[in-house]
């Protein structure tokens, strides 16, 4: 596997666990990259398109044809979920990239991002992402710092001189994965352990600065 960092503004630093080889690649600036959960936000798009909220089973995938084209490494992509329980989650993004716990798993991701189509996988045992949105849209410029995609071995570090400069905090950062069995996707974003075997997977981003 590879991961791609996306960086505004700062320097971040990636650590891989488990079993992937990875690749960074640096976060857009809030200019190319908005937020939808912030309407108001600056910025602009070439293209959005979302699946609006869609009912998804334990255990299973759902194919969403976005049909945008072009370079999918120039997408950004955002995925809620909805717990419909009462007294639950409502919309949230808890156990965002999937998490185990004594043998089962929960939460949801989404993965084999292309230029027509993404898939969004929920968890056998989850009982919280009832339903999930997910958002695709096109960034009309480029990020102020890229990685690329870049190979990171098994409990590797490596770190990303973006060189911007400013305030860390006002930095948006980015992080997608590669592989030949996901595509571009973010299964395990944030790192996961899992306790039979005990072993860890995935990656994430730390240690944020403004060089």
Known sequence: ?????????????????????VIAHAAPSTEAWPN???????????????????AINPGQTLTFHHNLGGNPDNYAVDLWFLDTEPGGLGIHRANY??????????????????????????QPQDLR??????????????????????????AQTRTFNHNLGGTNTDLVVGLYFISALRGIHQHRFGGVHTQAPPNMYGAYWHNLTNA
């Open 97 to 122: 990239g999937s998490l185990e716990y004594s043998g089962n798993w929960f939460g949801a991701h989404w993965e084999n991002l292309t230029n027509m189509y993404v898939q969004v996988y929920r």
């Open 1 to 21: 596997m590879k991961e791609r960092l996306i960086l505004v503004g700062t320097c971040a630093l990636l650590l891989l666990i488990g079993g992937y080889a």
């Open 36 to 54: 939808p959960s912030q309407p108001d936000a600056p910025g602009s798009v070439t293209a959005l398109w979302t699946s609006g909220w869609t």
């Open 129 to 154: 992402a009832d339903m999930i949105r997910i958002m695709v849209w096109t960034v009309p410029t480029a990020p102020d710092y890229d990685s690329g995609w870049t190979a990171i071995n098994k």
